[in-house]
């Protein structure tokens, strides 16, 4: 007697909805045992890890300074992997989108420029992101090289650079030579949404980004292309569908939100250039985008999702002194059954009673 | 049966609560670390204060920790959930930590901040630093004693002054004994990646370098340096059981007795913003036994640390030679200003190689 999964005739509806769910539960379980393990009381832990946090608006409003990059760049992303095209280096598009921002910030601090910088640092820095997104693109059309390595080594190409810049030519000259740009003026910054808090523009314009995607994808030709050439590239073929324009077009779009995710860190939250402005949000929004499904609303959730996971397991750390390696096991086990889950979408389980001799023959 | 798992977790809540508010006339204190506490360095001494604090001062305290933070835009928010947790003396313990510090300062006028490393200061933050290129200076006679090749490796973390005045220092004390001294080096560009820092000694080595120095904060380098039979010194903390061949010495960090104090001076409602910068002489650190040494050089290792401790020697003592061959202006009478070594930007001559961003 053996388990097997099975492919599915179609995938099932009723499992992708309650799948997350299931992942979730079993994601309970197993915490709930490792807590009672270490001898903390799970039932507190859990409440720090989902409840606490969206009890005041306090962590509210960082849950969502911490998804507004992920979603941004998950979405992106997912119109990328909907094409079939495997654009891994967002992390670089967001770096580079971050420094030509704030080439207009640095070069316009302690002048009496008007209130076009922050515009114009937001234009730059995604037209950057996308020039940089542009070049794992063509190299890809033209000469069929492997997108997800180039796109991932000009990663490593867009930190140096970074660090290059704010460690010469950059660097604050009132800073004691630390490697960091000066504060940037007001005018470069990003608008705070409340008072006191750290809830910013940003915030709003990934919101404008999840609807416009939302639209592309369910509303437009381009969007169809997208996911046709993705899902049936032999049918897109006979469509008349040119599957390497939409590489260009899905990775410059993914860079140009890569990138305008980086200023918007940088000229928000951060307040300043450095080296270590992301704590790898370029390669977190994968994760964000496949958990998502692809989907845009399904990223904002994601996005969400995973922001309360990060300021839960700080609120776990502080409350229950829960040490962090206990939130990554935690962050680990839930993608894991929530990936594990999601096959069940596409396979069932069976059992199945080989007879004796087919068992001997492929032993 | 939900009626009474109900009933037992609000039990639970309000039992946790009830814990909670019997802690509330404690005295909360916070700290902020870079590394995991199990990084046998940098983040392993600033734990190790917090325990000694929590020794001394337990029954008044207590103490809570966020480890591995990462020096960008997720500080802002660590520190803040540590405000927002009641703490209100707060030790963030990276240099990386001063804007997201200050910016979390100034919303909080009520609770105390201690930034190590940093230079920027306010009415409820202070900084502290330690004078680490005495160390260093020490390590520096000892490093051209010991080399047999002339060629010394150095794994430097940042190119930020605290790391560059370590290597000059080391360099204007190994030049008294060889003046003909070489040093390699290598930037991991990281505080703490155990992988990358071996891999940076493996390479030092290749290069002829004989004996290991690190500014980066896991033992790593020094097991290479064992393996290979040279010779290393630790970083931060005590590393001779991943070298007992091969440690001459190291620089250890020792906050408990500061952080004490200031705790101390917080109980007291005494505490004020402050600048500390510690030498030897002030035991904001020690130096390892040296160890792996003839008698002669540990005894000028000796001779040295107390002529520092003393006041009488000082690593960078006019007149101090630019890499240009230009002599550095002397700003503070007979040595460099401090100022001039909390800002150093430069290498000595003799260093054959550029500093970055230069």
């Known amino acids: 007697m053996q388990l097997v999964l099975e492919k599915r005739a179609e995938r099932s509806n009723t499992i992708a909805l309650v799948s997350p769910l299931i992942a979730i539960g079993l994601t309970i379980v197993t915490m709930t045992v490792l807590f009672a393990i270490l001898g903390k009381n799970p039932l507190l832990a859990l409440h720090a890890y989902f409840i606490a946090p969206l009890t005041d608006s306090y962590s509210l409003q960082e849950i969502a300074v911490k998804a507004t990059p992920l979603v941004m760049i998950a979405i992106g992303l997912s119109l990328c992997y909907l094409a079939n095209a495997w654009n891994i280096g967002a992390e670089g598009q967001f770096l580079i989108g971050a420094v030509a921002g704030s080439w207009i910030a640095v070069k316009t601090q302690g002048t009496d420029a008007g209130a076009w910088v922050l515009p114009a640092m937001l234009v730059l820095a995604a037209a950057a992101g996308a020039l940089y997104a542009l070049i794992p693109a063509i190299c890809k059309v033209k000469f069929g090289a492997s997108e997800i390595l180039t796109s991932l080594m000009l990663v490593y190409v867009a930190d140096l650079f970074l660090d290059y810049l704010v460690r010469g030519p950059w660097r604050d000259p009132q800073g004691f030579n630390f490697p960091t740009t000066a504060e940037f003026d007001p005018v470069a910054t990003v608008p705070?949404?409340?008072?006191?808090?750290?809830?910013?523009?940003?915030?709003i314009i990934a919101l404008l980004v999840v609807a416009a995607a939302a639209i592309l994808l369910g509303r437009t030709i381009k969007g169809f292309e997208i996911r046709v050439v993705g899902a049936a590239p032999r049918a897109a073929r006979f469509g008349g569908f040119n599957a390497n324009q939409l590489i260009i077009l899905t990775f410059a779009v993914s860079g140009a939100l890569a990138g305008l995710a980086g200023i918007i860190e940088v000229a928000g939250p951060v307040g300043h250039l450095q080296p270590g402005i992301s704590p790898g949000y370029g390669f977190t929004a994968i994760i964000v985008a496949f958990l998502g499904r692809l989907n845009p609303l399904g990223i904002l959730i994601a996005g969400l999702f995973l922001a309360l996971t990060f300021i839960g397991g700080e609120q776990a750390q502080i409350a229950m002194k829960i040490p962090l390696d206990v939130t990554k096991v935690f962050q680990g086990i839930l993608l894991f059954y929530v990936l594990a889950c999601d096959s069940l979408i596409?396979?069932?389980?069976?059992?199945?009673?080989p007879n004796r001799q087919v068992a001997r023959g492929t032993g | 049966?939900?009626?009474?798992?109900?009933?037992?977790?609000?039990?639970?809540?309000?039992?946790?609560?009830v814990s909670a508010a019997s802690a509330a006339d404690k005295l909360k204190v916070g700290f902020i670390y870079l590394g995991p506490v199990g990084d046998l360095g940098w983040t392993y001494q600033h734990e190790q204060g917090r325990l000694a604090l929590v020794k001394e001062l337990g029954d008044k305290i207590e103490t809570t920790t966020l480890e591995n933070v990462p020096e960008g835009p997720d500080a802002e928010r660590a520190i803040e959930q540590l405000v927002r947790a009641g703490n209100k003396l707060i030790f963030t313990t990276s240099f990386g930590y001063m804007d997201p510090t200050l910016k979390v300062a100034k919303k909080y006028p009520n609770v105390h901040f201690e930034h190590a490393t940093g230079y920027k200061r306010d009415k409820n933050m202070s900084t502290y630093s330690a004078k680490w290129y005495q160390g260093r200076y020490i390590q520096g006679l000892i490093a051209a004693k010991m080399s047999k090749s002339g060629v010394l490796g150095y794994i430097g973390s940042f190119p930020i002054p605290e790391v560059v005045s370590?290597?000059?220092?080391?360099?204007?004390?190994?030049?008294?004994?060889?003046?003909?001294?070489?040093?390699?080096?290598?930037?991991?560009?990281?505080?703490?990646?155990?992988?990358?820092?071996?891999?940076?000694?493996?390479?030092?080595?290749?290069?002829?370098?004989?004996?290991?120095?690190?500014h980066t904060d896991s033992p790593a380098a020094m097991q290479i340096a064992s393996e290979r039979g040279k010779l290393a010194f630790g970083q931060d903390s005590e590393m001779i059981k991943f070298g007992p061949k091969t440690q001459l010495t190291s620089i250890l960090d020792t906050w408990g007795p500061y952080y004490i104090e200031r705790v101390k001076a917080e109980l007291a409602g005494t505490w004020k913003s402050e600048d500390t910068w510690g030498g030897l002489d002030s035991h904001m650190f020690a130096m390892a036994p040296y160890t792996n040494m003839p008698d002669d050089v540990k005894k000028m290792a000796e001779d040295a640390q107390a002529a520092i401790t003393a006041g009488k020697l000082h690593p960078f003592k006019c007149p101090i030679v630019g890499q240009d061959g230009k002599e550095v202006e002397c700003k503070g009478g007979a040595n460099l200003a401090d100022g001039q070594i909390l800002g150093m930007n430069f290498y000595v001559k003799g260093i054959d190689d550029k500093l970055p961003g230069k």
């Open chain 1, 346 to 353: 596409l396979y069932r389980f069976k059992l199945v009673f």
């Open chain 1, 192 to 203: 705070l949404l409340i008072e006191g808090g750290r809830l910013h523009l940003g915030s």
């Open chain 2, 166 to 214: 370590g290597i000059n220092a080391t360099i204007v004390a190994a030049q008294t004994i060889n003046p003909n001294i070489k040093v390699k080096i290598i930037w991991a560009n990281t505080w703490f990646d155990p992988g990358k820092e071996a891999d940076a000694a493996k390479a030092l080595i290749d290069q002829g370098a004989d004996v290991i120095m690190q």
């Open chain 2, 1 to 17: 049966m939900r009626k009474s798992l109900l009933a037992l977790a609000a039990g639970l809540l309000l039992a946790g609560s």
